[in-house]
T-cell receptor
Framework: GESVGLHLPTLSVQEGDNSIINCAYSNSASDYFIWYKQESGKGPQFIIDIRSNMDKRQGQRVTVLLNKTVKHLSLQIAATQPGDSAVYFCADPSGGYNKLIFGAGTRLAVHP | GAGVSQSPRYKVAKRGQDVALRCDPISGHVSLFWYQQALGQGPEFLTYFQNEAQLDKSGLPSDRFFAERPEGSVSTLKIQRTQQEDSAVYLC????????????????????FGEGSRLTVL
């Protein structure tokens, strides 16, 4: 069925560098996307969302870019810090508004 | 606390045993969700409650899985006759509004997750 997936399972970056986590989606009718961060032993935590009528949305140190033409979105983290080390999931409600569909996740490892 | 609370945090069960996992959502949150997360995977939807009504149970993997929220607050996920493939982290989440809201433009996918209950079936 339709799904949200990720390109890379693991991303290693140096502290202070910018990080880019990518996500591809297959349902062209998807109109809303969301990023979650999950630290080890914890539940997912909301980071930022974007609707399909936008190409870009910025938060605190994070930016989400949406390219509907190629059905791709990315999460950019500026000046990555050790506290950013976690697994990042993109998700969308393609299964229905009561049912988020999560990708498999990308692990971000930040090295000093 | 102010967050979603789940218990037990860890549960080890022998194959065939029944288990019950509890979720205390954030007070006043209308919507409650259960997700299952296998090791190295993203969370997968199990079921959704709006207050006490279970509106969607399409993600429950078999009739051994049962969830309830009798008074519209605390929820329990019960797994009967556990099997090894049931080993996973079970995540509960809540949100203040209705899933979908009154208009899609008002929809938000911001769920507040608990820390999960890790079930290991031997």
């Amino acid at each position: 069925g339709e799904s949200v997936g990720l390109h890379l399972p693991t991303l290693s970056v140096q502290e202070g560098d910018n990080s880019i986590i990518n996500c591809a989606y297959s349902n062209s009718a998807s109109d809303y996307f969301i990023w979650y961060k999950q630290e080890s032993g914890k539940g997912p935590q909301f980071i930022i969302d974007i609707r399909s009528n936008m190409d870009k949305r910025q938060g605190q140190r994070v930016t989400v870019l949406l390219n509907k033409t190629v059905k791709h979105l990315s999460l950019q983290i500026a000046a990555t810090q050790p506290g950013d080390s976690a697994v990042y999931f993109c998700a969308d409600p393609s299964g229905g508004y009561n049912k988020l569909i999560f990708g498999a996740g990308t692990r971000l490892a930040v090295h000093p | 606390g102010a967050g979603v609370s789940q218990s037990p945090r860890y549960k080890v069960a022998k194959r065939g045993q029944d288990v019950a996992l509890r979720c205390d959502p954030i007070s006043g949150h209308v919507s409650l969700f259960w997700y299952q997360q296998a090791l190295g995977q993203g969370p997968e939807f199990l079921t959704y409650f709006q207050n006490e009504a279970q509106l969607d149970k399409s993600g429950l993997p078999s009739d051994r899985f049962f969830a309830e929220r009798p008074e519209g607050s605390v929820s329990t996920l019960k797994i009967q006759r556990t099997q090894q493939e049931d080993s996973a982290v079970y995540l509960c989440a809540s949100s203040p509004g209705l899933a979908g809201g009154l208009h899609p433009e008002h929809y938000t996918g911001e769920l507040f997750f608990g820390e999960g209950s890790r079930l290991t079936v031997l």
